[in-house]
């Protein structure tokens, strides 16, 4: 165990973030163990200035065949098949009735800058667990930007205007969740104006999976599926 780390976090976000994060380390030396937690974001509690796109960018849903033209450049590190795949159905209105998923991507010049992808239906979170949500809401994941875009706050703006779209739709808000350990993600999260719904439990004992959804989950219809035992 890096002790480093751990004074880092005690300096950085307190003692009560170091001591957890110790905790939730010297829990794992015995069984995996994992505390995700689950947060919504909705216009009301958005922070607007994260709707304002920096000067020469440009944001807005791509479609699948500007999508697999992205995918053909390595540095987009977007994959044609995923691309395929999530998109099935995909379109305005098939997506608001919990079609396939969309990708609201932010452009400079028609180059691709940043994108993160929103969902309607439950969701592959990793190989063995799927995360279900309330059909009122939107899940997003897998967001990115490249590089040479980075500190310009293009993934949460693009997080807000996508949320501004749903809610022209019709949808609720966006949920969410951070590992309870990853504090830098967690302080951007709350920068924005996400609010903390509870927490999802995963463990693994005797080679069986196992979850608990906090009450505030469970309001979110928030769960996570065991695919695999």
Partial sequence: MNLNVVRDNIRRYGLTAGVHDLTKKAVNRLVPFRVLKTMELTMDGLDPSYLDLPQGFEGGFADLATLLAWAADPANDLDADFAREASVGAGSSAA??????????????????????????????????????????????????????????????????????????????????????????????????????????????????????????????????????
């Fill in 96 to 229: 608001a009735n919990g079609g396939g998923d969309r990708c609201y991507a932010i452009t400079r010049d028609g180059a691709l800058a940043s994108y993160g992808w929103y969902s309607r239906r439950p969701t592959m979170i990793t190989e063995e667990l799927r995360l279900h949500f309330d059909a009122r809401y939107v899940y997003m994941y897998k967001g990115y930007t490249l590089p040479e875009h980075r500190g310009k706050r293009l993934h949460a703006i693009g997080m807000a205007r996508a949320l501004e779209a749903y809610a022209k739709e019709g949808t609720a808000g966006i949920v969410s969740y951070v590992e309870s350990n990853n504090f830098a993600s967690l302080k951007s999260c709350y920068r924005m104006g996400y609010r903390d719904l509870g927490a999802i439990v995963v463990t693994t004992v005797g080679g069986r999976t196992f979850s608990y959804e906090s009450s505030g989950c469970k309001a979110r219809g928030l769960r996570v599926e065991v695919v695999t035992n």
